[in-house]
């Protein structure tokens, strides 16, 4: 039996982890005996079982205060039912793993995550806690799983150990064919927190007539209510709710004339692998997460004077069909899934 464990869960209606699980998962595959554990919280229907998995509701919230106690319950959950494999989707829960090893002898496969103690938006004692995490998953897992070069590298520099390296597929975001296509606006799309550079890449648009669409959780916080403010009164740039439908994310990504991803934090980013399928030129900040998962041949930028200037100089920007072909090879959910399997 293989246990996964440190999603909201699936049906995938949050992140990068459950839309991972979503395509682990296969309705036609019986070959496999999978529970996934999610969040009573986050589901009104709670069927028994979605594509051929079990399902096990945890009566707490998977993110927030309450995430640490959500794994460790799922933890021992999935113990006490013998459980032969355990996937653990982030640290948060990983401080009782000792605990866990003193009874059973389940095969534990952490994938630690972006580095999460390292963001901007934990504070001093939750940063400590969840190094400290980190630490312990690293040490009592069997398989520690990194979705990215440059997260691998620090794991062997900071625990001499050797990850398994493992991105995201972004294949599920090309619903249908591809139409080449430009409307004349770039495109950004993320969570509106400031390790994203948010607002560099409002301010560089707001200094060209180039139109931006950005998407984002604008009103989930005070940084994202001030810079909405700020700048949604830009005639070029036009603030947009987050759309989690995939056909209107399809329509407007395949329409841009190019997209800009700001992340500095975390390792493969789902949203930019996903776009990478999309056979447009891709702006990334200039940090060696991005350079990994685009190998060094996207654009770059490190400021906004920098961003400005790929700005105003899109017509000569020729990555996408490089971006295109990374994605193929390294992008797909059945190469991913093919590598978990296989350290199952």
Not at 193 to 216: C, D, Q
């Amino acid at each position: 039996m293989i246990s996964i464990i440190g999603t909201v869960g699936v049906p995938a209606c949050y992140g990068g982890f459950e839309t991972l699980v979503e395509n682990l998962l296969d309705e036609n595959d019986t070959h496999y005996d999978i529970t996934v554990y999610c969040s009573s919280k986050s589901y009104s229907e709670q069927p028994y079982k979605y594509k051929n998995a079990v399902l096990k509701y945890i009566p707490l919230n998977a993110n927030g205060a309450q995430s640490v106690f959500y794994d460790i319950w799922s933890l021992f959950h999935a113990v006490y039912k013998r459980t032969d494999t355990i996937l653990l989707l982030g640290v948060s829960g990983a401080i009782c793993l000792p605990f866990i090893r003193l009874f059973s002898k389940a095969k534990i496969v952490t994938n630690i995550d972006g580095l999460e103690w390292r963001r901007d938006k934990w504070g001093k004692l939750a940063k400590k806690f969840l190094k400290f995490s980190e630490k312990i998953a690293v040490k009592y897992s069997d398989v520690v799983v990194a979705d990215n070069k440059g997260i691998a590298d620090y794991v062997l520099e900071e625990y001499d150990l050797e990850a398994e390296v493992i991105a995201y597929g972004g294949d599920h975001a090309v619903i249908d064919s591809l139409s080449p296509s430009d409307d004349g606006y770039a495109l950004a799309l993320c969570r509106i927190e400031p390790e994203n550079n948010v607002e560099m890449i409002l301010e560089s648009f707001s200094k060209t007539n180039k139109r931006l669409k950005f998407i984002g959780n604008w009103d989930n916080s005070e940084f994202g209510c001030r810079m909405k403010a700020t700048y949604e009164g830009y005639e070029n740039i036009e603030i947009m709710a987050p759309v989690y439908e995939l056909s209107v994310l399809f329509l407007i990504r395949q329409k841009c004339s190019f997209y800009v991803h700001g992340h500095s934090a975390g390792g493969t980013n789902p949203s930019l692998v996903e776009m990478m399928h999309f056979n447009k030129n891709i702006l990334a900040f200039d940090c060696n997460y991005n350079r990994a998962s685009t190998e060094d041949r996207a654009e770059y930028f490190v400021n906004s004077n920098e961003l400005v200037n790929h700005i105003e100089n899109a017509s000569i920007l020729n990555n996408s069909d490089k971006m295109t072909e990374i994605a193929k090879r390294c992008y797909t959910w059945k190469v991913v899934k093919q590598q978990y399997f296989d350290l199952f």
